[in-house]
T-cell receptor, first 113, second 113 residues
């Protein structure tokens, strides 16, 4: 059965810290991996990764994929209280005409002032 | 640019009633996806639709649940004869094409009395 596992499930840090969130997956055929940030409402798209070793970066957030070891990491540097959220990892299997994303349980990040 | 619009935001139904959840995709998006988030669980895929077609309904319960995306108007997720176990947050997402990131709405919180 296809599955996505995130770790840790929860994390508490102080402003200014750097955090690394992990996502490992097992799918029969892999097409892409996506990261989302969920505050109180809609999950907000962060990154889509399809190739190994190519870092995607947006401000203080960055992510990279390792298709050989079947995992991805999401890094957040110089954390701020506004980074507090649930971070979701999802994998899109192939063939992609199913439209399905398989989500992990999420990592709940709390950034304290 | 309006995002994915879902309504109602909150819906309360008694056991045995019908629930109708609506989703208007982002402008220019013709692919719609429904997910369910049960308490303490991750997002689970339900169904993928394009205009007037169901592409993948592998995540839909076989009974009581149906979805449509008519030529005109929003996508509708319909739950007949609701039971307590249907209480959850139902999220809709849309994308402009296959294999593009899915963008989520704020969800409908369904509560069954």
């Amino acid at each position: 059965e296809d599955k996505v596992v995130q770790s840790p499930l929860s994390l508490v840090v102080h402003e200014g810290d750097t955090v690394t969130l992990n996502c490992s997956y097992e799918v029969t055929n892999f097409r892409s991996l996506l990261w989302y940030k969920q505050e109180k409402k809609a999950p907000t798209f962060l990154f889509m990764l399809t190739s190994s070793g190519i870092e995607k970066k947006s401000g203080r957030l960055s992510s990279i994929l390792d298709k050989k070891e079947l995992f991805s990491i999401l890094n957040i540097t110089a954390t701020q209280t506004g980074d507090s959220a649930i971070y979701l990892c999802a994998v899109e299997p192939s063939p992609s005409n199913t439209g399905k994303l398989i989500f992990g349980q999420g990592t709940t990040l709390q950034v304290k002032p | 640019n309006a995002g994915v619009m879902q309504n109602p935001r909150h819906l309360v139904r008694r056991r045995g009633q019908e629930a109708r959840l609506r989703c208007s995709p982002m402008k220019g998006h013709s692919h719609v996806y429904w997910y369910r988030q049960l308490p303490e669980e991750g997002l689970k895929f339900m169904v993928y639709l394009q205009k007037e077609n169901i592409i993948d309904e592998s995540g839909m319960p076989k009974e009581r649940f149906s979805a449509e995306f008519p030529k005109e108007g929003p996508s509708i997720l319909r739950i007949q004869q609701v039971v307590r176990g249907d209480s959850a947050a139902y999220f809709c997402a849309s994308s402009p094409r296959q294999n593009q990131p899915q963008h989520f709405g704020d969800g409908t919180r369904l509560s069954i009395l």
